[in-house]
């Protein structure tokens, strides 16, 4: 079996996998080489990257990496990943994908002195194989992910099972039609404008990443996968939604408002417009709420999956005992 192979920057990475990482291979978002590439160059440009490959036979599995400090790595992931983990390529039952994270952990711990990686959904296969290999590595769960599985029901019948508050809320504000609600499919200059006007007078911090999402829209948009939902009052949008459709699965990436109308629930509205149509419309069989403990989520989705960090220490390294221990100790009193 040979080596792991690393490589520097995402372009080679691009070369090597020939494709095979590519939209057209029905992979998920997060998984996809477009996804890595924009989120580096918008979101870490000054960071170099670490990503490297492990294969036995035509099984592959790619470590997708940032190189923060000498030696060091975490994943290439921020707020806008919904999860990171190990990309797999190629058939392959679950000895053989152990085999493969076992020699990316080897690799790494004869480069690296320290990594962090989050937001793993299922660690214990990545923090197995770290353990194995000689790494001193830790597991904390740090927050969730929010999910509703439609299970074939239509609107209606998911509607009628949220929270009483929920549901009396959109029909006291939505009496009269205050606002016009719109979901655009395409992009067009005219609605980012509006997208980032309703951003700029949001209850929100400004966006460090409004270029990210920009590129991140046009892609979608080219695909077909889009769904941008505004809702307006007077012709001037005052909330607005960035969602994706895609292989059955609806992901909510953004939500912004225009604080002023905070009483009107501007929002809320067009989460029932939005979800009306994902469920009754484009048939998802999942709508992802994404990252984050935000208790609204609750009214509106099922499930909670837990996230979790993996810290890993190779104890070859001196400058690593410390920051192991203070780890380990915070992961015992967490």
């Known amino acids: 079996m040979l080596a792991a192979r690393e490589y520097q920057t995402l372009d080679e990475a691009r070369q090597a996998l020939a494709g095979r990482l590519d939209r057209a ?5 997060f998984d996809r080489i477009d996804w890595f590439v924009a989120l580096h160059d918008y979101c870490f440009p000054d960071q170099p990257v670490r990503i490297v490959l492990a294969q036995e036979g035509d099984a592959q599995a790619w ?6 400090a000498p030696r060091r790595a975490s994943a290439l992931a921020n707020w806008y990943s919904f ?33 962090d990686l989050y937001p793993l959904e299922d660690a214990a296969p990545l923090l197995a194989a770290l353990r194995r290999v000689g790494w001193f590595a830790v597991q904390r769960a740090m927050g969730g992910r929010y999910l509703l599985e439609v299970e074939g029901r239509s609107f209606a019948d998911y509607w009628a099972s949220r929270p009483g508050r929920l549901r009396n809320l959109v029909k006291r504000k939505g009496r009269g039609n205050p606002f016009a609600l719109s979901i655009a499919t395409r992009l067009t200059d005219d609605l980012w404008r509006d997208y980032v006007d309703v951003h700029d007078r949001s209850w929100k911090e400004a966006e460090p990443g409004l270029d990210f999402l920009r590129d991140l829209t046009e892609r979608e948009s080219a695909a077909g996968t889009l769904r941008l939902g505004f809702a307006r009052l007077d012709g001037r949008a005052v909330a607005t939604q960035l969602w994706t459709v ?10 912004s408002h225009d604080s002023h109308f905070d009483h009107a629930s501007p929002g809320t509205l067009l989460s029932h417009a939005m979800f009306a149509q994902a469920i009754d419309q484009n048939r998802v069989r999942m709508i992802d709420y994404g990252t984050g403990d935000n208790g609204y989520k609750t009214d509106w989705m099922d499930r909670r999956i837990a996230l979790h960090r993996i810290d890993a220490f190779n104890p070859r390294f001196a400058s690593a005992w410390l ?12």
Not at 63 to 68: E, H, N
Not at 323 to 334: C, K, M
């Open 25 to 29: 291979h029905g992979l998920p978002l």
């Open 63 to 68: 470590l997708f990496l940032l190189a923060p």
């Open 83 to 115: 999860a990171w983990a190990p990309v797999f390529i190629g058939e392959s039952d679950a000895a053989t994908r152990q085999r493969l994270l076992e020699k990316l952990a080897r690799h790494l711990l004869a480069t690296s002195a320290q990594i």
């Open 246 to 255: 895609e292989q059955g699965v609806a992901l909510i990436h953004k939500l």
């Open 323 to 334: 920051p192991a221990a203070r780890t380990a100790i915070s992961a015992l009193v967490g």
